[in-house]
């Protein structure tokens, strides 16, 4: 016997909360719609097994189902099984509703993936207890996720200001170079420093100076492509990954960074900063046969010559292979103002 008399739950814990109904019953689909609307839920209903399976693949699919047993096309266990089989991160919740009672048909559905059961004629109390416990399930599994997330950021982004750190963005440099021999590609690298930061941080103090970072490093990640990738590479110096570029391509969109950081001041409190920065940059193509590392030698020259011509420039040399020594020499003169 059904039961009319049901506490609501609270609306808004569940608002966002998607249940998929698949019945071939039009009476039982209809009752259930009308119940979980009731009760806050979003529903979506669908008469046979095969648009309930449809619907649980896509990416968006409803993290909460209730399958009738017996439907047409595929039955509710059926589904149950492909749901489990698409191993999806996100987990789906299933509830089977079934007149069968028999504890054998019971542990056939659990095997099959379902999480829960209901028998038909269901409950008001039970089914809402029921889908509460389906809730709570999802609901620490989404707590679960977002906690492996903040782990994963704090491994491999720069604390002060958010972009990748260090090591992970010569992952991404390593990478983005075996792509580049795959796809007879290039990569351009590009290395910036903030201009006179140090008296940045001498004249205002250090939190000043780490809101300088933070700034530069907002306005970077906006000016970039959206498959670029900039990483904090260490102090007051960032690494640019420019996929499929190389010379003139280098030149223009460091000099569109350039601007980013140059043109509007920087308000940090009271303040207004007027900051620029050098860049240097190299590319690699695949005959060049580069590593990351002569890479980000060139660069770091480059840079040092944007440094030695009068900062807030760009400058790009051409990487050749095996001429990191000669590099490194070349950029202990320009630093040390022999050069």
Request: aromatic share 6%.
């Amino acid at each position: 016997m059904l039961q009319n008399k049901a506490v609501p739950q609270n609306k808004r814990e569940k608002a966002q909360v998607r249940v998929l109904i698949a019945d071939d019953s039009i009476v039982s689909r209809h009752l259930l719609d009308v119940i979980l609307r009731k009760w806050g839920y979003d529903v979506l209903a669908v008469p046979d097994g095969v648009e309930a399976w449809e619907i649980l693949q896509k990416n968006e699919a409803p993290t909460l189902a209730v399958l009738d047993w017996v439907m047409p096309g595929l039955t509710g266990p059926e589904v149950c099984r492909l749901v489990r089989q698409l191993n999806k991160e996100s987990y789906t919740y299933l509830i089977l509703l079934t007149s069968r009672s028999l504890k054998e048909d019971l542990i056939e559905g659990m095997e099959a993936g379902a999480d829960d059961y209901v028998t038909k004629p269901f409950d008001q109390h039970e089914l809402q207890a029921r889908l509460r416990a389906g809730i709570r399930i999802l609901e620490l599994q989404a707590e679960l996720l977002a906690t492996r997330e903040q782990l994963r950021e704090q491994a491999t982004c720069d604390s002060l200001t958010s972009l990748w750190n260090r090591s992970t963005t010569l992952e991404i440099l390593q990478k983005e170079l075996a792509r580049m021999q795959r796809e007879d590609s290039s990569v351009g690298l590009v290395m910036m420093d903030i201009d006179r930061f140090k008296s940045i941080n001498d004249t205002y103090g250090h939190l000043v100076g780490d809101e300088v970072l933070r700034e530069a490093s907002r306005r970077l990640k906006a000016a970039v492509r959206t498959y670029d990738s900039v990483g904090r590479y260490g102090g007051e110096e960032f690494l640019i990954i420019l996929p499929g570029c190389h010379t003139h391509s280098i030149q223009a969109q460091s000099e569109r960074l350039r601007l980013a950081i140059s043109e509007q001041p920087i308000h940090v409190g009271n303040l207004e900063l007027h900051v620029t920065a050098s860049f240097g940059g190299t590319y690699a193509l695949p005959a060049f046969d580069a590593v990351s590392e002569g890479l980000i030698r060139t660069a770091d020259t480059a840079l040092y010559q944007a440094k030695r011509e009068g900062r807030d420039c760009v400058r790009v040399i051409r990487y050749e292979a095996g001429a990191e020594h000669q590099l490194e020499l070349d950029r202990q003169l320009v630093s040390s103002g022999k050069s």
